[in-house]
């Protein structure tokens, strides 16, 4: 979790909550904003985004224990906001600001030479996003219809690849929950998809749920709400 502090004192900070002991550990110190971090499958290590080195949001990870120093991930001039973490641990999600473009998705590899791939890449804007438990799909929200609605497409994929829109508007992001049993379940305001990883999932229309949020009819996958 990251938490704004009082004021006077350093923007924002990544902390870590053990939900057994209901103890708090601060993870980062620096006097900058640090914020959206994501686990790693394995537990073992944070990504989050941070504009602690010249003001620009870069990718940063580090030992979810505390240990050591944090490694910076991305270079350039564009900011970058980390959304997910595959679960093979071979890519992180972000999405980065181009001038020519708006808003884009971009996969960090970390293995090799960890050059960033352009994912989904249009004069449109595409925001929010997360990989299937599978690490075969990619769900996210654009406004290439002219409003934002949900889009899923193949991962790793080059931008351009073809993608599946939802039937139905919607100017919501959704929330990362998975059943075996149940419809996606989306609500309203949260930062990442939900996403159902079935490859011969169907795409259909949204009805509204007593809580304000909304419904996909349909098979969805595996539970991994993390938020």
């Known amino acids: 979790m990251w938490r704004q502090p009082g004021p006077g004192k350093a923007k924002r900070d990544i902390w870590v909550r053990d939900l057994a002991r209901g103890v708090m550990t601060r993870l980062t110190f620096d006097p900058a904003a640090d914020g959206l971090p ?3 499958p394995d537990g073992k290590q944070i990504a989050f985004s941070s504009d602690r080195e010249g003001g620009v949001f870069q990718i940063y990870r580090k030992d979810a224990s505390g240990a050591g120093q944090e490694e910076r991930l991305t270079e350039g001039a564009s900011p970058k906001l980390v959304l ?3 679960k093979d641990g071979k890519y992180i999600l972000y ?3 181009n001038p020519g473009t708006g808003n884009d998705l971009m996969a960090l590899p970390l293995e090799g030479d960890r ?3 352009p994912v989904v890449s249009t004069k449109f804007n595409e925001l929010t996003g997360a990989i299937s438990p599978d690490g075969r799909w990619l769900a996210y929200a654009s406004d290439d219809s002219g409003q934002f609605e949900i889009y899923v497409q193949a991962f790793p994929c080059a931008a351009g690849g073809p993608a599946r829109r939802s039937a139905g508007n919607t100017s919501y992001s ?3 929950r998975f059943s075996n049993s149940h419809p996606a379940q989306f609500r309203r305001h949260t930062r990442r998809p939900a996403f159902p990883s079935d490859p011969q999932f169907a795409v259909g229309k949204f009805r509204g749920t007593s809580d304000g949020g909304f419904q996909l009819a349909g098979r969805a996958a595996e539970v991994a709400a993390s938020l």
């Open 115 to 117: 050059k960033p791939i």
């Open 84 to 86: 997910d973490w595959s």
């Open 174 to 176: 959704v929330l990362r």
């Open 38 to 40: 994501v686990w790693s």
């Open 95 to 97: 999405q980065a600001t």
